[in-house]
């Protein structure tokens, strides 16, 4: 597509002596699009990640805003499909002429919007569930509070090998995304002179669980850590059990501690998962009590998806807050490019060169019925 033809589907035009004007940017208000799943099982945890970044929002909204505006959502449904995430994209910016975008989510459907929001030098914070190769695609247009999956990896490994554990099996998502984290897996084992005692490939329907079990018992792990989401840690963790073994459980951040312990029940006792956000139950970081206090008010279930979304929010007012009130997108990418700052504990540092914030990753165990605890 010719770049003036670019230029004009997506809503930015051009003002007299070549000054651009900027979408999404009023005296009062600034817009930003979010396209990610909204339907479903998937759908609903993406809708509480969301409501936990209105809680940022409309604190700040009623205070006055950032420099005298106030942030607005547009979020739209794509199904995770990469064809409708860029078609979702191309309306954000052009019929809703957002200034950016906000926690964007899925591997996929980020890679495929990587030429729309370089040619239009949109940014992006605080995408949700995108792959390590994903990220790397968007480099210099988005930008990522959560550590990435590698780094996931290699905590998870090393305290596996820390407390003695070396047989250690995988259980992964029968997907590009799962295919992904079974090699950043392997790479972490690698690490450490060890090899997968076997990968279980999961379908998302859970069609193959029986046989995703048998393939783990037959390697006899100590250890299975689960790149997996919705019910199948749960399915897997019974299906695995019935067939008589008892390995330890480890999730990726992808794991849901709460749905998992619906469905295992009492098996699910001991499952720990790496969180890539601080506890948000602390008593500890004032960001933290102001976060449930906020949550509780608005009737938002207090748990990690919410706390991610609002820690997003606040970084990227803050980012908004130093750029100043002349805002444009090259102004505040220059901003996130140099971004550090302190949050609940977490250190965010984008002035590396690095296109993700944080290192942060904490184990927690999930208890039988479904809380976390450190």
Known sequence: MQRRHFLAATGITFMPFGRAAEPGVSDTEIVFGHT??????LGAQIKIMLAGAELAFADIRAAGGVHGRTPRIVSLDDELKPDLAVANVEKLLGQHRAFGLFGCVGSATTAATARVLQQSGVPAFGGYAVADSAREKVKGSAYFLRTTSGREAQVLVQHLTTIGVSRIALAVLDNPGGQEARALLEAALKQHQLQPQGVAAVKGDASNIAEAARTLAAGEPQAVIMYLGGVLPGEL?????ALGGHPMFYGMSIVAGEVTAKVAGEQARGLAISQIVPYPWGEVEPVVKDYRRLATQAG??????SFEGYLNALALLEAL??????????????TLRSLKLRLAGMELDFGTGTHTGSRFVELVQVTREGRFVR
């Open 36 to 41: 990610g799943i909204l339907s479903g099982p």
């Open 237 to 241: 963790m019974k299906a695995t059990w």
């Open 300 to 305: 938002v279930p207090v748990g990690y998806y």
């Open 321 to 334: 807050r130093r750029t100043g009130r002349e805002l444009t997108r090259p102004r505040l990418h220059a």
